[in-house]
């Protein structure tokens, strides 16, 4: 049965193959390309082999070629892998003259093949093969082996491929693996896409000739099956590659013989009752023929495509490399669509299904992308019920995978389920989905959107069968119903713009039917007995506004997606004709609906943000200003009718957009705001003379008082976007403030807006401020200013959250002045706050936010229980707010940087509430001083040590078993991480920590020697959880610092002194290293000029470089020293002297000042450097001082 070779004729003249010599090579050849035959029986054959590796030897060098072709240069292809590898040539071009030298000489050709799938792998070792006939049966199973050679360094794998036993021996970079399938660029990219194209061309080229020659296939398979079981990355990944490819390629032909096959077989029985009557037929001979050839080439491909199936399939879909798993299970689904008479049941499904819980996201995606393909098919499901029933609730999970993509694409298998599958998922499986439309990950919110549209919103026929008395929005007003419906009933009212967003791709149309919309709340209840609910009415409005919103920014929502959204030519063609159409509807309809909304604050507070999205040209162009009258008196009647801010801000800022002065309808806008100023300022006037007049001042009359009150949220809501100076409310808005400084009768009511009149008029005049003013008018101005701020300081006894939150702002304002005035006036109104200030801030910051909650367990109703979770949610926000206002002072440099260690004290405690505020100001502070953030770090976590040990007040120091002290570890480990991957970018933060914490540890040491036990050793466990941030060079300096503490021998016999010596490890690598540094610190000696100059030899590139464990341990220079003395004598002087720089610039705080001075008055001479000389400094290295200045940028 085997095969012999074939010795027919001479090799054959190819254009990749161009090179013949007479001389014949004597066994093997390097680079991956060569062949050693070393059993074929007559000379010509092994003249023919020979020649053939002569000529790869000659030709081949993968490396090169590849770099050569990337850079551009030509390249003259010689090898198989060299065309494909170049991909200039038509790839069936390629293929036939490869199948033209098969057929003249196929143990050749294969040879070339072979050694083809050995390049692809990125083998640049050696090949050799031997004949299986010389070889008895036990020798052949001996020779099956993969080993590697430790001592050479080479790997080497035996193994079978029909009619040869082959040999693969490479050299192995154990730390570098790295292959063509792997790397990264569009060079290797269009190599994979050729390497492909290259097997499945091959299979469709051979299948009406040599495919069926039981030698072709046999050694590819055989050859694909045994690399497929290396234990070489490499091998596994490529041979899979190509084995799943080629079975791609054999189910399609599988499937064009079947259909060829039934077709011949229907030839054949129409051919047989036609000729009934007769013995013999030739035509029917030959139907009959044909038929079993079909046959036997079926029976053939299934034989193959069941070796690579079981061979390969079935030991690599569970295979260990995730990209390897990936390449099976997508094949595996192109099977699936290919072929689904051969795949399509329980027997192969339950593969796809089992690497649905795979770990990695990659095979995940593979999985449910191919479970698209057959779910789409509404033919295919009906043959799905079993795996359905099986997996259906891992898929309904999988759409909170923690990777988007594959969330994103189970949704929209979901979706192909839900529509061809009925009642596949239950009522509780849509409700669930349903709520991803409120998801921040935009894809998968707009496939959720897709699911719900179709789903719940959009029903067939819903435009040919028009609801009842629907007129022409029946459809419409159906859609909207069941969209208001299904938004009460999710209860996440203010989430109604990521609901939208959701559906916008699917749902625009009637999402931009306004005027379905307005017509439904306009609608009356006598008209039609199906008139909207109050809270239907306000969930439509909130929809208007959105849709609204959507239509005219034409971005995502705050929250979902990183940034605006880059509109093309047509999107904004369509933004611009949304906001002509929006603004000519709601110019007539908005008058209407606040007049009929007018008396409920919350929709038309709503209705209010709606003309911030007109083009207001229209009112002009389009003769409108009537409609603009209806407006103005609405919005007048809605002021004078509400005190809510909201309804007041809204108004506000409706008036502020309608009075911009480069459109027509400016001066008539402004008329009508100025007539609307003057009589609130009116009201108030007289309220407050009123009050004044008043011997016993302030009534406590509920109702003047509320007048009052509603009279100054008036024009405070005014004043923040409209300058009321020339009203001069400053005056009397502090006149009110002072009266309750000292008397403290003012109503407390009173004070938050009577502060807010006074903050905005303050701010309008430092807006007012020229750039060159009169020194009189500065000093009158900052003498306000001064005032201002102890009346806010005053107030913050009031326990008053805005008050607390405009002195924020307001130092802020006052900190950055010197970006909008000149220098000069920036000077004069500079304003850092006090001591003081600075502390009753930080009390009122720890008083209400970080106070602790009450548990209260009773018994509450669910609606109470509800109202409950609500307030505690609206507190959450108004103390987050406040947090991130001190922490804004706290960034911006306003009060002291070390005033964060008290915030920093509460990062693990209240981590879920505001470690994101914390761990953002952490981030700000770092970036505007390295220094300082460290040691205010160091600072909170001594702070926590001082409170622990004062707490429990022992002689024998802190308790290293309490809660205490295990939550001090976790907050450093915490900080530890914030610090990331980059130890080059955080050293001197993370060195200045470990100093800063040695010299608190040693603090109260009686004794110089360090032999009396210091009271805060403990704390060096504590910053234990930093040293894994430091650079080993780095660690050598931070230990050399802490020997100064300390005494050699220590006196290390009770469990006191573990600290230091578990603190001590943490700095050392290994035990070689931890009696280099111990020899070195006791021979500690002031550092001089030839340790720096070794020193900052090793500096390069920006960081400290990495002294090896073998120069350190022996202090002997070899010859590798040698070489790289003769490295560094070639620096030239530049280089040395950035290197000084570089030193100065990192090392500044843990160097003395005179290793500074020196560093930058020493010269290094490399020319003359010995090998003695070189061997002193590497071993030196350890030695620099580190007890020095400390320098706070």
Not at 48 to 73: P, Y
Not at 309 to 326: S, W
Not at 908 to 923: M, P, Q, R
Request: charged share 25%.
């Amino acid at each position: 049965m085997i095969a012999e070779p074939n010795t027919a004729s001479n090799l054959p003249s190819q254009k990749e193959n161009t090179v013949h010599d007479d001389t014949v090579p004597e066994s093997t050849v390097q680079n991956g390309s060569c062949v050693r035959n070393g059993n074929l029986k007559t000379p010509r054959e092994k003249r023919k082999v020979q020649n053939q590796c002569e000529n790869i030897r000659r030709n081949s060098c993968s490396s090169r070629r590849a770099s050569q072709l990337q850079s551009g240069e030509v390249v003259e292809a010689v090898t198989l892998f060299e065309v494909v590898n170049i991909g200039k040539r038509a790839m069936q071009s390629v293929v036939d003259d490869w199948i033209e030298a098969y057929k003249q000489d196929r143990n050749v050709a294969l040879l070339d093949l072979i050694n083809f799938f050995i390049q692809c792998s990125g083998c640049q070792g050696m090949v050799t093969a031997e004949m299986i006939q010389s070889l008895h049966k036990k020798d052949v199973i001996q020779k099956m082996t993969e080993t590697f050679d430790e001592e050479t360094g080479l790997q080497c794998k035996k193994f079978m491929v029909y009619p040869w036993i082959l040999t693969v021996t490479w050299p192995v970079d154990m730390d570098n693996e790295d292959y063509p399938l792997i790397r990264t660029g569009p060079y290797w990219k269009k190599f994979k896409a050729n390497f492909c194209e290259f097997i499945a061309v091959l299979v469709q080229q051979c299948q009406c000739s040599i495919l069926y020659d039981s030698y072709l296939m046999n050694t590819i398979i055989s050859l694909l099956t045994d690399l497929a079981d290396s234990m070489v990355r490499a091998f596994r990944h490529t041979s899979t590659l190509a084995a799943m490819k080629l079975l791609t390629a054999i189910v399609s032909i599988h499937l064009n013989l079947d259909v060829n096959k039934h077709n011949a077989q229907r030839l054949y029985e129409v051919e047989k009752k036609r000729i009934s009557g007769k013995r013999t037929n030739y035509r029917l001979d030959q139907l009959e023929r044909k038929r079993k050839e079909y046959e036997h080439k079926l029976l053939e491909i299934q034989n193959m495509m069941n070796a690579i199936f079981k061979g390969t399939f079935l030991n690599r879909y569970c295979d260990v490399i995730p990209e390897i798993r990936a390449t099976c299970i997508e094949e595996f689904g192109s099977w699936i669509k290919t072929y689904p008479d051969a795949f399509l049941n329980d027997n192969y499904l339950k593969y796809i299904g089992w690497m649905l819980y795979d770990k990695q996201a990659e095979v995940r995606l593979k999985c449910l992308l191919g479970l698209q393909g057959i779910y789409s098919r509404r033919e295919l499901v009906s043959r799905m019920d079993l795996f359905t029933s099986r997996f259906k609730d891992r898929i309904v999970s999988m759409p909170l995978d923690k990777d988007h993509e594959v969330a994103v694409q189970a949704m929209k298998l979901l979706m192909l389920m839900s529509q061809n599958c009925e009642d596949v998922l239950s009522t509780e499986d849509c409700e669930m989905l349903y709520q991803f439309v409120y998801t921040t990950h935009r894809p998968l919110a707009v496939a959720a959107g897709e699911f719900l549209y179709k789903r719940l919103l959009s029903h067939e026929g819903d435009e040919e069968v028009q609801p009842k008395g629907g007129g022409k929005f029946g459809a419409s007003t159906d859609q909207l119903k069941r969209l208001i419906r299904f938004y009460l009933e999710s209860e996440l009212h203010n989430h109604v713009a990521y609901l939208i967003d959701s559906l916008w791709d699917w749902a625009g149309k009637f999402l931009k039917d306004w005027e379905c919309m307005t017509t439904l709340l306009l609608k009356n209840a006598e008209e039609d007995g199906e008139a909207l609910s109050d809270a239907h009415e306000s969930a439509l409005i909130e929809i208007i506004l959105a849709t609204v919103r959507e239509a005219a920014e034409g971005h995502p929502p705050v929250g979902r997606g990183a940034a605006k959204k880059i509109l093309s030519v047509k999107e904004k063609k369509i933004q611009l004709e949304d906001c002509t159409k929006i603004t000519e509807h709601f110019i007539m309809v908005l008058p209407q609906l606040l007049a009929k909304y007018s008396a409920d604050a919350q929709k038309v507070a709503n209705l209010l943000q709606i003309p911030q999205y007109y083009d207001l040209d229209v009112y002009s162009t389009g003769r409108l200003e009537k409609h603009l009258d209806a407006l103005l008196r609405e919005l007048k009647d809605i002021v004078a009718k509400h005190s809510d801010m909201s309804v007041l801000e809204a108004s506000s800022r409706t008036y502020y957009i309608l009075c911009s002065e480069e459109i027509a309808i400016y001066s008539q806008v402004d008329r009508a705001r100025t007539q609307l100023i003057d009589e609130l300022m009116g009201q108030l006037n007289q309220l407050l003379d009123g009050f004044w007049q008043k011997e016993e001042g302030f009534c406590t009359d509920a109702g003047e008082i509320s007048q009052m009150y509603s009279a100054l949220r008036r024009v405070a809501a005014f004043h923040n976007a409209h300058d009321l100076t020339k009203w001069n409310l400053y005056e009397k808005t502090l006149k009110l403030l002072v009266f309750e400084i000292e008397h403290g009768s003012l109503p407390v009511l009173m004070i938050l807006p009577a502060l807010q009149c006074t903050y905005f008029s303050l701010l309008w005049q430092l807006a007012a401020v020229s750039e060159n003013p009169p020194k009189e008018t500065l000093f009158a101005l900052r003498r306000e200013l001064r005032r201002f701020s102890q009346i806010c300081m005053s107030f913050l006894q009031h326990k008053e959250k805005d008050t607390f939150m405009i002195l924020c702002d307001w130092l802020l304002i006052l900190s950055h002045q010197d970006s909008n005035n000149s220098k000069e006036a920036a000077g004069l109104l500079d304003y850092n706050p006090s001591t003081s200030l600075q502390e009753k801030l930080l009390l009122f910051i720890q008083e209400h936010v970080f106070m602790e909650e009450e548990d209260e367990s009773k018994d509450l109703t669910e609606e109470e229980e509800r109202k409950d979770e609500s307030c505690k949610l609206d507190d959450l926000h108004r103390r987050r707010s406040l947090l991130a206002a001190y922490c804004k002072l706290i960034v911006y440099n306003v009060i002291e940087m070390t005033a964060a260690a008290e915030i920093y004290k509460y990062y693990v405690k209240t981590y879920n509430y505001f470690g994101d505020i914390i761990k953002e100001t952490l981030s700000k502070t770092r970036h505007n001083n390295k220094i300082r953030s460290a040691k205010t770090l160091i600072l909170c976590l001594q702070q926590l040590f001082q409170t622990c040990a004062e707490r429990q007040d022992s002689g024998s120091g802190v308790d290293l078993s309490s809660a205490s002290f295990t939550n001090m570890k976790e907050l450093a480990r915490r900080f530890s991480l914030t610090f990331g991957w980059d130890q080059v970018k955080s050293r001197e933060s993370v060195a200045m920590i470990h100093k800063e914490g040695i010299e608190f540890a040693f603090q109260g040491a009686t004794r110089v020697d360090g032999r009396c036990l210091p009271p805060n050793l403990s704390f060096l466990l504590i910053i234990i959880e930093f040293s894994n941030k430091l650079l080993k060079p780095d660690k050598r300096l931070v230990y050399a610092y802490l020997q100064r503490y300390i005494a050699e021998p220590l006196p290390c016999r009770g469990d006191e002194w573990q600290p230091l010596i578990w603190y001590r490890k943490s700095l050392l690598s290994n035990e070689d290293e931890e009696s280099s540094v111990l020899s070195s610190s006791r021979e500690w000696s002031p550092v001089g000029t030839s340790k720096t100059s070794s020193f900052k030899r090793k500096l390069s590139n920006g960081s400290l470089p990495e002294t090896s464990q073998t120069e350190t341990a022996s202090r002997a220079p070899d010859l590798q020293c040698a070489s790289q003395l003769a490295s560094a004598s070639g620096k030239s002087r530049k280089r040395l002297k950035s290197q000084e720089m570089h030193l100065q610039e990192h090392l500044s705080f843990l160097c003395p000042e005179r290793l500074q001075r020196r560093c930058c008055k020493d010269e290094i001479k490399t020319e003359g450097i010995s090998e003695e000389a070189q061997a002193e400094d590497a071993a030196e290295d350890v030695d620099v001082d580190v007890v020095g200045a400390e320098q706070d940028s």
